[in-house]
């Protein structure tokens, strides 16, 4: 699909967005399409659809197409819809990039290859075949602690010089150096998200100039306004929201993360719990912690903060 729209800023908040399920466990395209147009009418600058937090691994890839496509048809222009790009076989993963494409994204945001960690020349292969598939923009999902594969920057700095097309960078590593090593060596070539919700604040600091938040999900305006204070480096104004929401930006970064955040959803009305196997529904001494922690953060919002609506 040729698009001649804006061309992708890379800027702001830029929502992962969890994958809705029916009581069935079939993707629910109309809550989908529900939540991306709560989103971007939240404030929000993109959406990122059939990630990490999407379960995008637990996806066909028709429904991972799916989700660009019902994405689209909810915000039209209003905002760019960035499909993710993940597989084991490059092959496949090429062929998903093109099925985004088609479908109207935008954007693609790409992952190293699922299990295999090759060396840096394999590494370097697949994610050319997937910025080659097609013209549209791409920001590189850099995340060593989730998928095992670290692109350094001087790496990614040879990856930009071979393909115009990669214009920005997810940082997940979670050390803030890293974003200052990637604007000492490429400058404003590349745009660097943060891509952990819990080191937002340091990010915004270190430079980065957009977020790509799971808290988002449940919490769109707040996440707005942190973001909007942080990347104006007002931390005496960020501060207050950032430590309020810190127990729930932390719920990002563990092994539930994906459990955790929809719990969150549910809790402020805004989606379900139901994940696909292999994950399970937080129960028992587990769900009453965790819920008990939602509930007492939000419970305690900060004075004259504009709250989501519900």
């Known amino acids: ?78 905002v760019p819809v960035i499909g993710s790009v993940a597989s084991a076989r490059t092959a496949d993963a090429v062929r998903l990039a093109r099925a985004c494409s088609a479908e109207g994204a935008r954007a693609l945001m790409v992952l190293p290859p699922y299990l295999y960690h090759g060396s840096w020349p394999e590494t370097r292969e697949h994610f050319a075949e997937v910025l080659r598939a097609t013209e549209l923009p791409c920001m590189l999902y850099n995340n060593p602690p989730a998928y095992g594969t670290d692109v350094l920057p001087d790496q990614l700095l040879e990856l930009a010089t071979d393909h115009p097309n990669l214009t920005a960078l997810k940082e997940s590593t979670g050390d803030v150096r890293r974003i200052t090593a990637v604007r000492a060596l490429l400058g404003d070539r590349i745009a660097v998200a943060v891509g952990v919700d819990d080191a937002v604040l340091e990010g915004a600091q270190a430079g980065a100039t957009a977020w790509v938040s799971g808290l988002a999900n449940a919490l769109p305006v707040e996440s707005v306004e942190l973001w909007r204070r942080a990347s104006q480096r007002d931390t005496a104004s960020a501060l207050p929201i950032y430590r309020w929401l810190l127990p729930l930006l932390r719920m990002d970064t563990g092994p539930h993360f994906v459990q955790l955040l929809k719990l969150v959803q549910a809790e402020v009305g805004r989606g379900t719990p139901r994940v696909r196997g292999p994950r399970r529904e937080l129960e028992g001494t587990e769900l009453a912690s965790v819920r008990a922690t939602v509930r007492e953060v939000l419970g305690r919002r900060p004075e004259g903060l504009a709250a989501s609506s519900r």
């Open 1 to 78: 699909m040729t698009n001649a729209l804006p061309a992708v800023e890379w800027g702001g908040v830029l929502p992962a967005l969890t994958t809705p399920f029916t009581a069935s466990l079939e993707v629910d395209y109309a809550a989908l399409r529900a939540h991306a147009d709560w989103l971007a009418r939240s404030g929000c600058r993109g959406l990122i659809v059939g990630g990490s937090l999407g379960e995008g691994a637990t996806l066909t890839s028709e429904e991972r197409a799916g989700l660009v496509r019902e994405a689209v048809a909810a915000v039209g222009a209003s």
